[in-house]
């Protein structure tokens, strides 16, 4: 159950993915708007306005229509064949779903306690998603959606036909059987998530009177539950689904920030939903830290080697808010120290918090500058120079404390031990060059029921990125012993047959990723950043081997 769970998380991070583009154009697009700070250049009518309107408009695409984009990437990670095909399916299916609401409100919905002649939004519990006024069921209900298209994928796609009937097979049957499926789905939905819309609006309410000790519990919660992988299903429904603010604190806080950026009164005052959106603050203060004490403690002789491999790390963090290989560093070498780190964490999220520094601060620099810093400074400069100052008193919080604890309890952290590998296994570094010869697959087989396949690079001066590939394959077994695989950020989420075939964490991070973390038969191997283009080179490894 957890492997699915995980599976699951990872594959419901991917529309996030496309936020950065979309949170950075905002934010430009907000500030050269606002006529308050950009003066009469910015008023409506002007070329000025008129072209920043247009980028506006395409920005706002991913916030608008984020249920869609939900029910069409489930399927990239959860189909197991076809997955195109099972995006395309699910898509059409939601849609059939949100017409069958419609109609259904339209014709009976006082029946089902809803008032259907509302305008969408607001307490109506309506929205429209697609052109189409239906039930505001948000991201969850694209995902429930889309879940039972794919186990009709899955189930019915390669379902045999008579002959006569083969213009049915393949996808057209799975719209068929979902055309129908559908019909009891939409009766249960109208039935259901009304009562559901009720009991998050209670919800609503706890969490938003909850204050500074509520934002330390939630931001503590989503740093433990990063070694696990569940930390999306957290934050999730609280970022882009309509639990605390109809559509999600991001899309919410997108909408308002004209607003915003025009209101003079305190962050905190004005938009007290987005004060949960805190997890950032370890990311570009507390990794920082971290990676000062990793310098600090490393042996005289390594302290070149440790530097050269924390700063790219703590930079990934601080600018795109991915801490997994600084995080990851210390986490299976001395977990007790990733449990201060959260705690700190939490700390610091309280503080800023009781200082009233509130918005989108759940990513790295660049997201928090797109939508806080670069269209809200001119009315709330004062509270970003206190969240500075916070920021660089909490650098130094880390950094004596990370240095005490390493140093009292001798934790073997990057460059503690006198091992010439003591740096590289736990840092990122340039990938290995392969033989410039071409190499046959090579099979191993060991006693018993156990092989192990260990592969070789097909193709002379293939680029760093299949090499990579090729050698975690090496690592995890083999083609033969993935069961299925997915990636969300910084991750590609492997299930596997038999995991006493999957290589020590040590080998993976030799060559180049940074590290593993393990549940039973389910992998995650850290790759960072360049998780996409390892991932697709992953997966046409394994075709190349069906």
């Given at each position: 159950?957890?492997?699915?769970?995980?599976?699951?998380?990872?594959?419901?991070?991917?529309?996030?993915?496309?936020?950065?583009v979309?949170a950075?154009?905002?934010?430009?697009?907000?500030?050269f708007?606002?006529e308050?700070?950009?003066?009469?250049?910015?008023?409506?009518?002007?070329?000025?306005?008129?072209i920043?309107?247009?980028?506006l408009?395409?920005?706002?695409?991913?916030?608008?229509?984020l249920?869609?984009?939900?029910a069409?990437?489930?399927?990239i990670?959860?189909?197991?064949?076809?997955?195109?095909?099972?995006?395309?399916?699910?898509?059409?299916?939601?849609?059939?779903?949100?017409?069958y609401?419609?109609?259904?409100?339209?014709?009976?919905?006082?029946?089902?306690?809803?008032?259907?002649?509302?305008?969408?939004?607001?307490?109506?519990?309506l929205?429209?998603?697609?052109?189409?006024?239906?039930?505001?069921?948000?991201?969850?209900?694209?995902?429930?959606?889309?879940?039972?298209?794919?186990w009709?994928?899955?189930?019915y796609?390669?379902?045999r036909?008579?002959?006569?009937?083969?213009?049915?097979?393949g996808?057209?049957f799975?719209?068929?059987?979902?055309?129908?499926?559908?019909?009891?789905v939409?009766?249960?939905?109208?039935?259901?998530?009304?009562?559901?819309?009720?009991?998050?609006a209670s919800?609503r309410?706890?969490?938003?009177?909850?204050?500074?000790?509520?934002?330390?519990?939630?931001?503590?919660?989503?740093?433990?539950?990063i070694?696990?992988?569940?930390?999306h299903l957290?934050?999730?429904?609280?970022?882009?689904?309509?639990?605390?603010?109809?559509g999600?604190?991001y899309?919410?806080?997108?909408?308002n920030?004209?607003?915003?950026?025009?209101?003079?009164?305190s962050?905190?005052?004005?938009?007290?939903?987005?004060?949960l959106?805190?997890?950032?603050?370890?990311?570009?203060?507390?990794?920082?830290?971290?990676?000062?004490?990793?310098?600090?403690?490393?042996?005289?002789?390594n302290?070149?080697?440790?530097?050269?491999l924390?700063?790219?790390?703590?930079?990934?963090?601080?600018?795109?808010?991915?801490?997994?290989?600084?995080?990851?560093?210390?986490?299976?070498?001395?977990?007790?120290?990733?449990?201060?780190?959260?705690?700190l964490?939490?700390?610091?999220?309280?503080?800023?918090?009781?200082?009233?520094?509130v918005?989108?601060?759940?990513?790295?620099?660049?997201?928090?500058?797109s939508?806080?810093?670069?269209?809200?400074?001119?009315?709330?400069?004062?509270?970003?120079?206190?969240?500075?100052?916070?920021?660089?008193?909490?650098?130094?919080?880390?950094?004596?404390?990370?240095?005490?604890?390493?140093?009292?309890f001798?934790?073997?952290?990057?460059?503690?031990?006198?091992?010439?590998?003591?740096?590289?296994?736990?840092?990122?570094?340039?990938y290995?060059?392969?033989?410039?010869?071409?190499?046959?697959?090579?099979?191993?087989?060991?006693?018993?029921?156990?092989?192990?396949?260990?592969?070789?690079?097909?193709?002379?001066?293939?680029?760093?990125?299949?090499t990579m590939?090729?050698?975690?394959?090496?690592?995890?077994?083999?083609?033969d012993?993935?069961?299925?695989?997915?990636?969300?950020?910084?991750?590609?989420?492997?299930?596997?047959k038999?995991?006493?075939?999957?290589?020590?964490?040590?080998?993976f991070?030799?060559?180049?990723?940074?590290?593993?973390?393990?549940?039973?038969?389910?992998?995650?191997?850290?790759?960072?950043?360049?998780?996409?283009?390892?991932?697709?080179?992953?997966?046409?490894?394994?075709?190349?081997?069906?």
């Open positions: 159950m957890m492997e699915k769970i995980r599976k699951f998380g990872g594959a419901m991070f991917t529309p996030v993915m496309l936020f950065a979309s950075l154009l905002i934010g430009f697009g907000t500030l708007t606002t308050a700070i950009m003066g009469p250049v910015a008023s409506e009518g002007t070329i000025w306005f008129g920043w309107d247009m980028i408009s395409g920005a706002w695409v991913v916030f608008n229509q249920p869609l984009l939900f069409i990437a489930l399927p990670g959860l189909a197991k064949k076809q997955n195109a095909r099972a995006s395309m399916e699910a898509f059409v299916i939601y849609l059939v779903f949100l017409n609401v419609s109609t259904i409100l339209k014709h009976w919905g006082p029946t089902f306690g809803v008032d259907f002649s509302q305008e969408v939004g607001g307490a109506s519990g929205a429209m998603i697609a052109n189409i006024k239906t039930l505001d069921m948000g991201m969850m209900g694209a995902l429930v959606i889309s879940g039972i298209a794919i009709i994928h899955n189930r796609f390669d379902k036909l008579p002959e006569a009937l083969g213009v049915f097979k996808s057209a799975v719209l068929g059987v979902g055309f129908i499926m559908m019909i009891p939409a009766f249960l939905a109208v039935l259901i998530w009304p009562k559901i819309q009720h009991g998050m919800f309410s706890v969490i938003l009177n909850s204050g500074t000790w509520g934002v330390g519990i939630f931001v503590l919660l989503e740093r433990l539950l070694p696990f992988g569940l930390h957290l934050y999730a429904p609280m970022f882009y689904d309509s639990l605390v603010v109809p999600g604190i899309a919410y806080w997108a909408q920030l004209p607003q915003i950026a025009a209101a003079t009164g962050l905190k005052e004005i938009a007290p939903y987005a004060q959106t805190a997890t950032g603050w370890s990311k570009i203060f507390g990794c920082v830290g971290v990676a000062l004490a990793f310098y600090k403690t490393a042996l005289p002789e302290k070149k080697k440790i530097a050269g924390m700063i790219p790390v703590a930079l990934t963090a601080v600018l795109s808010g991915v801490t997994e290989p600084i995080e990851f560093t210390f986490l299976f070498i001395a977990p007790q120290l990733f449990v201060v780190h959260a705690v964490a939490s700390i610091l999220s309280m503080i800023m918090n009781a200082f009233g520094v918005g989108i601060f759940s990513g790295g620099v660049i997201e928090m500058a939508l806080n810093w670069i269209p809200l400074a001119a009315n709330h400069w004062k509270t970003y120079v206190i969240m500075l100052v916070i920021g660089l008193v909490a650098i130094v919080v880390w950094y004596f404390v990370f240095t005490f604890l390493i140093e009292k001798d934790f073997k952290t990057p460059g503690r031990t006198a091992d010439k590998d003591s740096a590289k296994l736990y840092s990122k570094k340039e290995r060059e392969r033989n410039k010869k071409e190499t046959e697959t090579t099979s191993i087989e060991a006693s018993g029921d156990k092989t192990v396949v260990k592969e070789k690079n097909k193709k002379a001066g293939a680029d760093k990125f299949k590939a090729d050698e975690i394959l090496i690592g995890l077994g083999g083609p012993n993935i069961k299925d695989f997915t990636n969300c950020v910084t991750r590609l989420r492997v299930n596997v038999d995991s006493s075939l999957v290589e020590s964490d040590d080998y991070k030799e060559i180049g990723t940074y590290g593993t973390a393990k549940n039973g038969n389910s992998v995650h191997v850290i790759v960072g950043m360049d998780i996409q283009y390892v991932a697709d080179a992953f997966g046409e490894i394994l075709e190349e081997n069906e």
